[in-house]
């Protein structure tokens, strides 16, 4: 047995080189290991001399004493077989092997760390300098009085201006307030330009330049114009007399006329009144802008294609969140909430309105289609992108929610006109009316422990990508299945938490030393509800929870909305697929997934665990979700690496661009920003403060100049950044009366993009874009990321310029302050003194005027100073 364990430790030791060097290797050191051979972290190394030498008796002694506790042991046997006495450990502050520590294994190694080779110095080669000619001695041919003539010269006296206030107004209180500047006639002061009558110059000579023409010749007949002057002419019709209009209607030429002209202007009339008088012929000529660069547009305004409001379920109620159907054609589902004023309406009875998420058609506008029961109001929910008939929810309490609804497929799609052909009882749940139109209504599958949940509504919820997982600690690992399974959630309670659908280790043990699992997708319960998380209902608990302290102040950050680069292992796949081949032939279903053990977990180096996140007051956070242990072993969320506050209230909407991965917008209050991931420094776009608030924001599936503002007005300004950059392209308003809460694009086709379109009425619009907004010209990719890299330039030049400034000042400053002699400090009955002498002029100054004008009167008490 003792003969094994070198073996052991070296083929760990092998195992472990794969991220790593031959020649080295990564250990952890405890506290007391640090303490007892001298290299406490920070203290003894640092990350600027990070090399301590240890002997190798030191290391043996300890491995003999301690045993496999030593944390020596896994080079038990490396250590044995080094042939000097002193062995090299490095100190890695920036865990570039995967630990904080690595003990470097060869000699040769340790040379080279220690005694890095110098760099090559290359061999100047002189050349011979050109000396600078000396300049000649100046000879005036006259040019300096041109230049004279053309300088600037202030030659009139400058205009003063005097502003003065009213006396009685010297020494009253301010009191500031907001008002109109249109409301009162002196509400401001303006000093507009006009333009002087009794003021003119008379141009005497103008620069102009003479170039040889043939001699023009000019001739004229009949008339001499002299000099121009404005004339006019009137004309009067010539009327006939009564006595021939009436011989004209008698005549039989006219008749003759008439008879032969009545069936060609009656065939004309009817063929006018079939023909389509609104038809588009621009659209028929199938006239695009990447035909030839032609720039004319098809048609300016979206147009209203389909609008779905039910007064049973949307009426009186916010939508607070829309998404389509991924599969099917026109099926688009929103989620219902109470008003803010009905929240907080003590006055009124309590409506106990049921929390739902209603699903709309194309087929049949007038009627829901399907019902998702919710324990509380909705706030955001998405489907799967592994598989659509799964949906997850944040709920108004903090709670999150799953639902399946696998049995209703077919009715979405139009294939089950029949309600009674579903196998639902939709008689379980009384929803109002829903007797009568036989809506079918889906329970919800799962939903999370109270005590694990949010302590606040949730604001939004994103599924992970199927090409990777993370672990408790936040480490992007593979995913096995290549199925999403995972769900990260945020709430203003100050957390981002991750969340695993899949059925705990310790249950699936059990479950596999019982009874076998039946198979999910068939079985139905009484009510209706799949046993597809059954699993996870009221048990629901999260993976992990990420904390946002703030940077330079106590408290924490409140998330309102996040978004995370989304990984795409494109070159992995094939490889994975050839490996695994059973892996990637059955797919088990939600019901039968398992979370893998942590030594199946192979880790991906290149996710990026970075995400932006907009909280309610106003700031964009950029934070890491990986999960850091402090010298205690205890686990911790990192501080933010940045934090911007560029918004004035709440962020409505954060989302990444779908062509370019590192471009984000985000929208709250009255202005949106466009930022570049890797770029530290602010927004490299910031729009200008408008009139009305920005609710919601969304980029173009098709075109990566385009992009949706929606207003708290009801409109939306469409901006196009190859046409305008100051406003938007298009105004769309009246969209509706209301404020706009959520819009979302979808791609039925390659020639038909919608915009839907969801406001605090709960009304639903779906409009159709038009050419101009979803064909995208030639190199607009290319064009559009040129722009974002020379809006980055600018942002970078504009902070160097502000940081030189602001150093130019300092400095000016100080040597004023250098220069100004050290004035003498008066006491403070020199000062008391000066006052009363400039108070006692200003009473005999008032004294004088009031006489002038006979309004002074002379009191006994009257006393000078």
């Known amino acids: 047995m003792p003969e094994k364990s070198p073996k052991s430790a070296a083929s760990s030791a092998g195992s472990r080189r794969r991220d790593h060097p031959e020649d080295v290797f990564p250990l952890v050191l405890t506290s007391a290991t640090q303490e007892l051979f001298g290299c406490c972290a920070d203290e003894d190394v640092t990350g600027e001399s990070p090399y301590k030498l240890l002997k190798k008796d030191d290391i043996i002694q300890d491995i003999k004493r301690r045993a496999a506790v030593s944390d020596f042991s896994p080079v038990k046997q490396i250590v044995l077989d080094y042939p000097d006495d002193e062995i090299l450990l490095v100190f890695d502050r920036d865990f570039t092997y995967g630990q904080s520590f690595y003990l470097v294994l060869t000699p040769e190694a340790k040379d080279r760390i220690l005694n890095p080779p110098e760099a090559e110095i290359p061999e100047v080669v002189e050349c011979e300098v050109n000396k600078t000619p000396e300049p000649k001695q100046w000879i005036s041919l006259g040019s300096e009085l041109e230049i004279d ?20 107004k010297f020494g009253a209180p301010v009191c500031f307030f907001d008002r109109n500047t249109a409301d009162v006639r002196d509400g401001y002061l303006e000093c507009a330009s006009y333009q002087d009558s009794r003021f003119s110059i008379k141009q005497m000579r103008r620069d102009c330049g003479m170039q040889a023409v043939p001699t023009l010749q000019s001739s004229s007949a009949q008339t001499q114009w002299r000099h121009q002057r404005n004339m006019f002419t009137q004309y009067k019709p010539r009327e006939l007399i009564e006595e021939d209009i009436e011989n004209v209607l008698q005549s039989e030429s006219l008749k003759n006329f008439c008879n032969s002209v009545t069936f060609s202007v009656l065939q004309a009339l ?38 779905f409001t039910d007064q049973t379920y949307t009426k009186d109620r916010r939508i607070s969140c829309i998404n389509w159907h991924p599969t099917i054609y026109g099926v688009i589902a929103v989620a219902l909430t109470e008003k803010k004023e009905e929240w907080f309406n003590e006055s009124t009875t309590f409506d106990a309105r049921p929390s739902l998420i209603v699903f709309f058609c194309f087929s049949d506008p007038f009627n829901p289609q ?30 999150v929610v799953l639902w399946d609804i696998s049995a209703h497929i077919m009715l979405l799609q139009g294939t089950q006109t029949s309600v009674k052909k579903v196998s639902v009882d939709t008689e379980t749940f009384d929803l109002g009316d829903n007797k009568g139109n036989k809506t079918p209504v889906v329970r919800y599958c799962a939903v999370s422990a109270v ?41 203003p309670d100050c957390a981002i938490l991750f969340w695993d659908v899949r059925l705990p280790r310790l249950l699936s043990q059990y479950s596999s030393d019982g009874k076998a699992i039946v198979d999910q997708k068939t079985q139905m319960t009484p009510y209706s509800v799949p046993d597809t998380f059954k699993h996870l209902d009221r048990t629901w608990k999260p993976l992990f929870r990420v904390s946002l302290p703030k940077i330079n102040t106590s408290g924490e950050y409140a998330p309102l909305r996040f978004n995370f680069e989304y990984y795409s292992d494109n070159g992995d796949t094939e490889r994975k697929a050839d490996e695994n081949d059973d892996h990637s032939e059955i797919i088990p279903g939600y019901s039968q ?120 007005d009801g409109r939306i300004d469409v901006w196009d950044l190859l046409e305008k950059t100051s406003e938007p392209a298009r105004v769309h308003a009246h969209i509706t009366n209301a404020k706009i809460t959520s819009i979302k694009p979808w791609s039925a086709s390659p020639k038909q993009h919608f915009l839907a379109v969801t406001d605090d009425l709960g009304m639903v619009r779906v409009f159709e874009i ?89 009191t006994a008490d009257t006393q000078y100073p």
């Open 770 to 858: 038009p050419k101009t907004l979803y064909m995208p010209s030639r190199n607009e990719s290319a064009s559009v990321k040129k722009y974002f890299e020379l809006e980055e330039n600018r942002l970078s030049d504009y902070l160097k310029r502000d940081e030189l400034w602001a150093r130019q000042k300092k400095e000016a400053d100080d040597l004023n302050r250098k220069m100004e002699p050290n004035k003498p400090v008066k006491s403070l009955q020199e000062t008391e003194d000066i006052n009363m002498n400039e108070y006692s002029d200003f009473l005999k100054l008032e004294e004088n005027i009031l006489k002038g004008i006979s309004l002074w009167t002379a």
């Open 593 to 712: 997934l398992r979370i893998p053990s942590a030594k199946t977990h192979r880790a991906l180096e290149d996710v990026n665990t970075k995400l932006y996140i907009g909280t309610e007051d106003g700031e964009i956070v950029y934070t890491d979700w990986k999960l850091d242990k402090d010298n205690s072993g205890r686990v911790h969320s990192a501080k933010p690496l940045h934090c911007y506050s560029v918004h004035h209230w709440s962020v409505n909407t954060v989302q990444r661009s779908p062509f370019y991965k590192d471009i984000i917008l985000t929208t709250g209050g009255w202005n949106f920003a466009i930022w570049k991931e890797g770029v530290m420094d602010g927004p490299i776009i910031l729009s200008p403060s408008s009139e009305q608030v920005c609710t919601v924001g969304c980029w173009s599936l098709s075109r990566p100049a385009v992009f949706f503002i929606g207003k708290d």
């Open 451 to 491: 005590d694990s949940s949010h302590k606040a509504r949730i604001t939004d919820v994103q599924w992970l990508p199927p090409t990777f997982e993370v672990t408790r600690m936040g480490n992007p690992v593979e995913n096995k299945y290549n199925t999403s399974v995972q769900v990260v959630t945020c709430s």
């Open 270 to 307: 009817q063929q006018e009144e079939i023909m389509n008088v609104f038809f588009d012929d621009w659209k028929a000529l199938e006239a695009s802008p990447e035909a030839d660069n032609w720039s004319g547009k098809v048609s300016e305004g979206m147009m209203l294609y389909q609008a």
């Open 370 to 399: 399907l019902l998702l029961e919710c324990p509380d109001d909705i706030f955001a929910f998405e489907f799967c992108p592994s598989d659509p008939n799964i949906i997850v929810g944040g709920c108004m309490n903090g709670q």
């Open 149 to 168: 003539e053309e300088s600037f010269k202030e030659t009139r006296e400058k205009l003063w201006y005097k502003f003065s206030r009213m006396r009685r």
